[in-house]
């Protein structure tokens, strides 16, 4: 099982329920320390929580299957679906459309399993309704369906490519690009997503 290789991230409490813990820093290195992106700086956590008046971001790591999903932009770049939410947008909302834009996808199920905590060092926020300095972005894991090409709005992100691949494939290619942080997020997804189909969660 892949979650004995990569070693376990949750536990199971007397009710059977899925309680998460702390990340390994040994296995999850690029997750368990501060991440920078640009002028934001991000701390990762595990949960399940949501404060929505915070919420700038919602990302997912879509399976089909037990193979999950990967697309590719015009310069190359592999990527995971997500995106920012538009003025008054809920954030499930913000997920759907993202997912027809950048996969052609349709959302089967979702399980939030952990949140970006930002902070950002601009003046500004990036758009007016977007909280600022601290914002949360949240990640969590789904089944989807590849019903249609990406919408690839004239002013979003252009997808050349969306493909259905196995979990080692996935990780391999944003390693290569020098994504550890995408990398990491595709594999705690993969375990966690495991982990409740084993205990009938899922």
Known sequence: MFST????IVEF?????????????????????SIHWGIIEAE?????????KLVSNISIIPF???????????????ELPGGTLEAGEQ????????LMEELGAEMRSYQIFGQFHCTSSALEPYRPHIPHPHFVRIIGYGDVELV????????GEQVVAV?????????RRFQEQNRDDIAEMYKLAYVLRDEAKQSGKN
């Open 148 to 155: 249609a090409d990406p919408l690839n709005p004239e002013d």
């Open 13 to 33: 409490d007397r009710e059977d329920r899925v309680r998460m813990s702390s990340l390994s820093a040994e296995l999850y290195p690029a997750l368990s320390t």
């Open 91 to 98: 954030y499930m909302d913000g997920l759907k459309r993202e």
């Open 44 to 52: 990762f956590r595990l949960n399940e929580i949501v404060d929505e």
């Open 163 to 171: 493909e259905v691949v196995e979990i080692d494939e996935a990780i």
């Open 64 to 78: 089909v299957g037990d193979q999950c999903v990967v697309f590719q932009l015009d310069n190359g770049d592999w």
């Open 5 to 8: 290789i990569i070693g376990r």
